[in-house]
T-cell receptor, first 113, second 118 residues
Framework: QKEVEQDPGPLSVPEGAIVSLNCTYSNSAFQYFMWYRQYSRKGPELLMYTYSSGNKEDGRFTAQVDKSSKYISLFIRDSQPSDSATYLCAMSPRNTGFQKLVFGTGTRLLVSP | DSGVTQTPKHLITATGQRVTLRCSPRSGDLSVYWYQQSLDQGLQFLIQYYNGEERAKGNILERFSAQQFPDLHSELNLSSLELGDSALYFC?????????????????FGPGTRLTVL
């Protein structure tokens, strides 16, 4: 069983929809939680970072961490065709800080006009 | 553009061969990380160097090795290549070593090198 599980998709939504992307994990030591966006033939780029539990909002993006359920989410409001990409969750435990990120396999999102 | 450069973009080689992938970090970044991305395994951390020294190791095979040079660029050497080594290899860089602390040490990823082993 992988430490981080993520539905590969693809997830297809119409423009303007609210998108929910999720990851579950098994390692209770994970303290740092990140979401990366990866466009086709590009490297991942950081979208959101959250330390421990709680919510964080940045424009149309909201990240949520529920450590009791070992579940993290990324919500995208008013989705746009330019949001079409693969979204990767990543996390790491406190004792290794940000060195050894553990990634999910990614969810491919398609937003149609 | 993240500021991290990787060469070559594509590499096609045969089983048993050896290749070298190169990475130049963003200006001012001291840490370099190497990742392997395959369809079934996703993005996997291989190894980290900080200011020339190995700092963290992930699931890196013994056939793979890396180093970071005084000018901070890094090379990943892959030898005795197998079909299963075909993947995207990403380099990332960050300002600090990334050890514990709440201040996030963001990793900036390069565009990757696509390796195909035939």
């Amino acid at each position: 069983q992988k430490e981080v599980e993520q539905d590969p998709g693809p997830l297809s939504v119409p423009e303007g929809a609210i998108v929910s992307l999720n990851c579950t994990y098994s390692n209770s030591a994970f303290q740092y939680f990140m979401w990366y966006r990866q466009y086709s033939r590009k490297g991942p780029e950081l979208l959101m970072y959250t330390y421990s539990s709680g919510n964080k909002e940045d424009g149309r993006f909201t990240a949520q961490v529920d450590k009791s359920s070992k579940y993290i989410s990324l919500f995208i409001r008013d989705s746009q065709p330019s949001d079409s990409a693969t979204y990767l969750c990543a996390m790491s435990p406190r004792n290794t800080g940000f060195q050894k990120l553990v990634f999910g396999t990614g969810t491919r999102l398609l937003v149609s006009p | 553009d993240s500021g991290v450069t990787q060469t070559p973009k594509h590499l096609i080689t045969a089983t048993g061969q050896r290749v070298t992938l190169r990475c130049s970090p963003r200006s001012g970044d001291l840490s370099v990380y190497w990742y392997q991305q395959s369809l079934d395994q996703g993005l996997q951390f291989l190894i980290q160097y900080y200011n020339g020294e190995e700092r963290a190791k992930g699931n890196i095979l013994e056939r793979f090795s890396a180093q970071q040079f005084p000018d901070l660029h890094s090379e990943l050497n892959l030898s005795s290549l197998e079909l299963g080594d075909s993947a995207l290899y990403f380099c990332a860089s960050s300002r600090s070593s990334g050890t514990s602390g709440r201040a996030y040490n963001e990793q900036f990823f390069g565009p990757g090198t696509r390796l195909t082993v035939l």
